[in-house]
C-alpha cells in the first residue's frame, strides 16, 4: 500500500521513499509513499522525477492501480531494483497550477449550488482551464456574468480551505456532503476525506487543494453550451 502524502500536505514538492515494487512489463515502480497525485476526480496526474542512484528518472505518468501508486518511468532509463531509494520531486509549477484550477471548480460549484440550487453533473481539469455540468434548464449571457462575478466574490473574500479524513459513519452524518454523491462511495471505504471551502462548499474530495481562495486569481467564465435539456456546461480559465 502505497502511503498518499499529497493527501495531508498538497503543498510537498520533494519527498524521500523506497522501492516496494518493479513492474518490468509497465516500466513503472511502487513506491512506500508518494507526494505524486495519480489523478482523479477531473484532475489529471502529476509528472516530475525520481532520482534513484544518482539518475535522474522522469515520470512521464502516474496512475492509482488497487492500494498502490504506480510511477512511469522514461523509456530510456534502466529500472531500478526493490529496496532502493528514491527522491521525488515534482512539476511544482504545473501541479500548483492544477492546485489553483481545482480550487477554483469548487467555488464555482459551491457558489452556483448557494446562489441557484444547481447540482454538479460532472467536471473536467487541466492548469489553468476547467469545465464544470450544471442541472440548468436555460443559461445565458446575464446568468454566466452574473456568477463570475459571484465566484470572483469569493476568492477576493480569502476563504480558508480545510482538509479532513474522517471515519466513514461520521462523514454521513454531515448533510452537505449527502448532495455531492458522497453514497456512491465504495462499500469498503472506511475513511472519507473531505474538502472544505469555510463558508461555501464541502465535498468529499481527494484532490490536491490549495490553503485559501486568495490563491486562486482571478477567474474568467470563458464559454458556455448547452449539454441538454437539463445539463450547462461553464468554461473557466483562471489568471
Ligand atoms: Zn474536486
Known sequence: MTQLLYQTDSYLQEFDASIVSVLADEHAIVLDQTAFYPGGGGQPCDFGSLTIADVICPVQKVKKQGEHVLHFLGDDVPLPSTGSTARGALDWARRYKLMRTHT??????????????????GGDMEPLKGRMDFEFETMGGELV??????????????REIRVKILPREEAFQIPDLIRTKINLLPEGISQVRTVEIVGLDLQADGGTHVHNTNEIGNIRVVDYKSKGAINKRIYIEIE
Not at 145 to 158: G, Q, S, T, Y
Open 104 to 121: 477554483a471548480l469548487h467555488v464555482l460549484c459551491g457558489t452556483v449550488f448557494r446562489d441557484y440550487g444547481a447540482l454538479v453533473t
Open 145 to 158: 456574468r452574473e456568477i463570475e462575478a459571484a465566484v470572483n466574490k469569493e476568492v477576493a473574500a480569502a
